[in-house]
């Protein structure tokens, strides 16, 4: 039946200009009408296209129309993006182009299984009006689009992406810290096995990477967790990947880690009051430290906060003007290693001292990885380490101790610490500022 004159118009979101809806017939369905756009000729052959809205009722049809062009332009799009001999790039676009056309993206194979009304419903919307197959619209709704061979280091660029989530609030010292024992672990797997497509990824792929990591172990004394964390890091780049491209590739990883070492001498141990007290805070024993660094060792002492913590306090975390002095962790600028170690730490000893000296905090260190390594290094050189085994980190070990030695209750010890209760809900605020306060006041130096 012919078409009538336009009834109204209303503008694309994604082309700037009026399309026309036109009825078939007197009081008939409402359809699109418009040309083909110049930009999809390529990818669509029709110099007029017809869409049917499904109402004929011009308020309905007014409302479904900008989504129904902007899907339409969506699937050129993806046509266009899948007109490529980029493998990577046509199976991206096959699946954005199976979404736009309201289907799942499916594998041949899987396609293959559908019940029969929904194959042969996906074969006639992948045929063009003449009869041939269009290969694009196959490729996408008959599953058709080859999967691409992505390589271990493109996992690795394509991670970045799909894992941004993760570094969400993170100052970008944390970002630079978070990526490199990701990028070191990709890197070592690359030197033993090469820069293999993920698919071709087999068993003893990864038992060659564990063997590697097993010499290193022995030879080098290197420990079994840095080669799990390095195990881990490749397993969980890769599945991401196979995850949010859908490449439907099961991973031959298993078991693969190795027992690590609980035993004592393995932790890391915590400074003894009598070598803090005639040691680390004997007269003059840290004049070879910067200022800055010698009054984070200070704010530490009584505090047991984590270097990092200490070196991204902003002037506002650092309360010396309330009744009762005290430090807040927060988020701000950074991201707290977990919820629990946002608190507030009251300051007593000369940790109170150190920050009236920098009320602004320290600014040389702040959100940059250099804290540790600095003092540590001075630490060393300097024999103010108890044990090869002892490091800055040490000091809220002894902290903790200090506390327990106390008998300080358990609830106000990982208030202070930013712990966890184990798994309990944490109710009420806790101890008071003022009952904390008190409390280290008996145990600072």
Known sequence: MAATAPLTAFTGQSVGK???????????????????????????????????L?????????????????????????????DTTDAEK?????????????????????????PRHELLDRVEAATKPNGAPDMLEAAALLGMAKEPAITVSRALELYWEYAAEKTRGMSEDQVRRWKNPRMKAITNFIEVVGNKAIAEITRDHMLDFRDWWN???????????SANKDIGFVESTLRLVEEK???????PFGKL?????????????SFSEKWIKDKLLAAGALDGLNAEARAVVH??????????????????HIRLDANVPHIEIKAEGKKTKNKDSKRTIPLVGISLEALRNFPNGFPTYRFRDKISDTVNKFLRENGLLETPKHSLYSLRHAFEDRMLSAKIDERIRRDLMGHSLGGRQRYGEGGSLEHASELLAAIAY
């Open 257 to 269: 880690t190795f027992k690590e070492d609980d035993d004592e001498d393995t932790k890391r141990p």
């Open 245 to 251: 491209k859908r490449l439907g590739i099961v991973f």
């Open 215 to 225: 010499k290193r172990i022995e030879k080098e004394d290197m420990s079994p967790g």
């Open 54 to 82: 499904n109402t004929d009722s011009e308020t309905s049809a007014q409302q479904k129309a900008p989504g129904v062009w902007d899907k339409l332009i969506a699937a050129w799009e993806a046509k266009l993006d899948g």
């Open 18 to 52: 009026q399309i026309k809806l036109r009825r078939r017939g007197k009081g008939g369905t409402l359809y699109i009408v418009r040309d083909v756009p110049v930009r999809y000729r390529t990818v669509d052959s029709r110099k007029e296209v017809w869409i049917c």
């Open 299 to 316: 704010v530490m002492v009584n505090t047991g906060a984590r270097p990092s913590e200490i070196v991204g306090l902003l002037p506002h």
């Open 90 to 114: 046509a199976f991206d676009a096959a699946q954005r182009l199976a979404k736009a056309r309201g289907y799942r993206w499916l594998t041949a194979d899987r396609v293959a299984k559908l």
